[in-house]
Structures are given as C-alpha cells and as structure tokens.
C-alpha cells in the first residue's frame, strides 16, 4: 500500500527496464497495475469537473439546462428502441 509511484514514474521505470519506448500494448499492461496516487485521483477529479462545466455547443453552461441539448437527448432514446 505504501506504493507512491505516479503514472510518470511507472512509465520512466518500465522505459529504462526495456531500454526503449514501451509499446502501447505495455503501457496498458502497466497502467492495469497502476493505483493512482491522491495526487492523480485529484487531477482526474478536476478534470471531470472542467468536463462538466464546460459549455454545451449552444453556449450553455450547464446541458441539463439546455433545451437543445435535453430534446436531441430525448430523441436519440426515442431512436435507440
Ligand atoms: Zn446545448
């Protein structure tokens, strides 16, 4: 548990164990090893959060709000039966 390794460091580890670039097919069999530090939880967190703040293509802040986005929403379930 005491693991404080970020995602950097993991893939500056594994860089340096092969001696070149990682594939993509390693970095994810490391990044299914990987625990996030509180650090990186955090930075996701944010980034979700700017996610959800950002404005729809209407220029509304919340989509929930948006009438636009809320109809095309309700029309693309009325589609998906
Ligand atoms: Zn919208």
Do not use: Y
């Amino acid at each position: 548990m005491g693991e404080k390794l970020t995602w950097r460091d993991r893939l500056t580890n594994l860089r340096m164990a092969l001696g070149r670039e990682p594939t993509l097919a390693e970095k994810l069999e490391c990044a299914s090893i990987h625990r996030m530090t509180p650090d990186e939880i955090e930075e996701q967190r944010l980034s979700f959060v700017r996610a959800f703040t950002a404005r729809c293509e209407h220029g509304v802040l919340d989509f929930e709000q948006c009438p636009n986005c809320r109809g095309r929403a309700a029309l693309a379930r009325e589609e998906g039966r």
